[in-house]
């Protein structure tokens, strides 16, 4: 089966920039998505089609997609952006989720 | 203004069934596709299953094939999910939610989320 693979956490100061990687096999092949979650709350969609940002999302998320990587990047994050984010790629009509990194901002 | 509400969690012994629904409002529901995810406590998400527009085509991660059964019910605006044969590992909050893409598993809305414990 698929396998989407996170680190389990990255840290930033405030107004830096965080990078979250997502490993799988021929990922740039498929599209991934990014999904934030808050401690309670349910996902939000943040990064879909690679690159792409839903309406609401700030300009500082940005996402993309080559060889066997997807990356979310956050430019200058900050303490609002401290959350578990999960990568996403579907896969023969299946739909796989990476195990999710928290990124913390202090 | 888009709502996905989730009901029918509890507690239920291991082996038993239960079913969940998802009543959507605020969009045309018979457009979507729709899903089932599930998070087990201090866990990652873990994607259940999806249905068509339709509900002609169903799909599932292994772990759950031959328990559970997604289905819809576009005139009720609802979605459902009926799970038998419930494991301890079946424990987790189970979302609904909206793909706004074709089968393409970007969910864009949520809903709240219903418990699901499976415990003697």
């Known amino acids: 089966s698929y396998e989407l693979t996170q680190p389990p956490s990255v840290s930033v100061s405030p107004g830096q920039t965080a990078t979250i990687t997502c490993s799988g096999d021929k990922l740039g092949n498929k599209y991934a998505c990014w999904y934030q979650q808050k401690p309670g709350q349910s996902p939000v969609l943040v990064i879909y089609?690679?690159?792409k940002r839903p309406s609401g999302i700030p300009e500082r998320f940005s996402g993309s997609n080559s060889g066997s990587t997807a990356t979310l990047t956050i430019s200058g994050a900050q303490t609002m952006d401290e959350a578990d984010y999960y990568c996403?790629?579907?896969?023969?009509?299946?739909?796989?989720f990476g195990g999710g990194t928290k990124l913390t901002v202090l | 203004e888009v709502q996905l509400v989730e009901s029918g969690g509890g507690l239920v012994q291991p082996g038993g069934s239960l079913r969940l629904s998802c009543v959507a409002s605020?969009?045309?529901?018979?457009?979507?596709?729709m899903n089932w995810v599930r998070q087990a406590p201090g866990k990652g998400l873990e994607w259940v299953a999806n249905?068509?527009?339709?509900?002609?085509?169903?799909y599932y991660v292994d772990s759950v094939k031959g328990r559970f059964t997604i289905s819809r019910d576009n005139a009720r605006n609802s979605l459902y999910l009926q799970m038998n044969s419930l494991r301890a590992e079946d424990t987790a909050v189970y979302y609904c939610a909206r793909d706004q893409g074709e089968a393409m598993a970007e969910f864009d809305y949520w809903g709240q989320g219903t418990l699901v414990t499976v415990s003697s």
């Open positions: 089609q690679d690159n």
């Open positions: 605020g969009f045309t529901f018979r457009y979507y596709w």
């Open positions: 996403l790629a579907w896969d023969s009509n299946t739909v796989v």
């Open positions: 249905i068509k527009q339709d509900g002609s085509d169903k």
